[in-house]
């Protein structure tokens, strides 16, 4: 899937469904950047097997139930599953990511607005690095790609001309 089609395909739909205060700029380029290292977009299913699931890589325990239970998100996390036709609770969010992107991509904002800290500005690699490590853990990071990936993400951005300088 290219990173327009995500954008058009995910990202715009589910931030449309979000307050109008979290879809920035950089939210949409750490969205891209996470989608990227955590699937580059291919893969639903975490690979080998393991236990994660969406273009986003959530884990049922991890980020799903963070989500449905986090004072920030968990309001927004009800009302998009119900927009969704998901049952707001993890077993029956975590399979759905498989096919709903959407859902993966308005839960992925929802688990960055959960941070306690800012986002990182756009062109903070490193800040977006950090925040990527706090939110997703993931348990075998991959920061020899994050640079790259993170560029791609910015690139695209920048050229659907959504308020990047």
Same mark, same amino acid.
């Given at each position: 899937?290219?990173?327009?089609?995500?954008?058009?395909?995910?990202? &715009?739909?589910?931030?449309?469904?979000?307050?109008?205060?979290? +879809?920035?700029?950089?939210?949409?380029?750490?969205?891209?950047?996470?989608?990227?290292?955590? *699937?580059?977009?291919?893969?639903?299913?975490?690979?080998? &097997?393991?236990?994660?699931?969406?273009?986003?890589?959530?884990?049922?325990?991890?980020?799903? =139930?963070?989500?449905?239970?986090?004072?920030? *998100?968990?309001?927004?996390?009800?009302?998009?599953?119900?927009?969704?036709?998901?049952?707001?609770?993890?077993?029956?969010?975590?399979?759905?990511?498989?096919? +709903?992107?959407?859902?993966?991509?308005?839960?992925?904002?929802?688990?960055?607005?959960? +941070?306690?800290? =800012?986002?990182?500005?756009?062109? +903070?690699?490193?800040?977006?690095?950090?925040?990527?490590?706090?939110?997703?853990?993931?348990?075998?990071?991959?920061?020899?790609?994050?640079?790259?990936?993170?560029?791609?993400?910015?690139?695209?951005?920048?050229?659907?001309?959504?308020?990047?300088?």
């Amino acid at each position: 899937m290219t990173l327009k089609e995500v954008i058009a395909g995910a990202i &715009n739909p589910a931030l449309a469904l979000l307050p109008a205060k979290m +879809d920035t700029a950089a939210a949409r380029v750490q969205l891209l950047a996470i989608g990227l290292q955590e *699937s580059r977009f291919l893969h639903r299913r975490q690979l080998g &097997n393991g236990p994660a699931r969406g273009l986003w890589q959530f884990e049922r325990g991890g980020g799903v =139930r963070g989500v449905l239970t986090h004072p920030a *998100s968990r309001e927004h996390a009800y009302r998009i599953c119900g927009i969704r036709g998901v049952e707001a609770v993890a077993a029956a969010v975590y399979p759905a990511l498989e096919a +709903d992107d959407v859902l993966g991509a308005a839960l992925a904002r929802l688990l960055m607005w959960t +941070d306690a800290w =800012r986002l990182p500005a756009v062109g +903070d690699v490193q800040g977006a690095w950090n925040m990527y490590i706090r939110t997703w853990r993931p348990g075998r990071p991959h920061p020899e790609t994050w640079a790259g990936l993170y560029a791609q993400a910015v690139t695209e951005v920048r050229g659907a001309h959504v308020g990047v300088a």
